[in-house]
């Protein structure tokens, strides 16, 4: 198969005096993700995505939350981990798109940021990455502002390996 397609969805719940990470970029916010990596769900859902378009299980089983190599870590480096497995089996990034809900805070001015941060850890064109934000209109857990949820898609493409 040339190309296939992953899908990968994370949460974080949200806590005061945590730091909100979210595509590589620090988000200035009275909360942030409380998790045993740095918490960033946009990475953590990216990462799902594209160990599942290759076939290669999900984040969880490459990067335990039981071990303490990643307790801490900066989720880019879960990435650059990811997209070197998905090249050591022939693959490519084609492209990704990606939703982000929060009901706070706006992203809108972060995700030019986002967008070109992950797209140079996953050596691609930023027209490559597609992401977008939005609420719950105050529904749910996310609109109750007690987490976050990130969906994601991604295409890879099959060229040697």
Known sequence: MKFRIGFGYDVHSLASGEDLWLGGVLIPHEKGTVAHSDGDVLIHALCDALLGAAKLRDIGFHFPDTSKEYENIDSSVLLEKTCTLLKQRGYNVVNIDATVCA???????????????????????????????????????VGREEGISVYVVALIEKTGG
Do not use: H, N
């Not at 009901?103 to 050596?123: C, D, F, H, N, R």
């Open 103 to 141: 009901q706070k805070p706006k992203l809108i001015g972060y995700i030019p940021q986002m967008e070109s941060t992950l797209a140079g850890i996953m050596e691609i064109e930023v027209d490559a990455v597609s992401i977008k934000a939005t609420t719950t209109e105050r529904l749910g857990f």
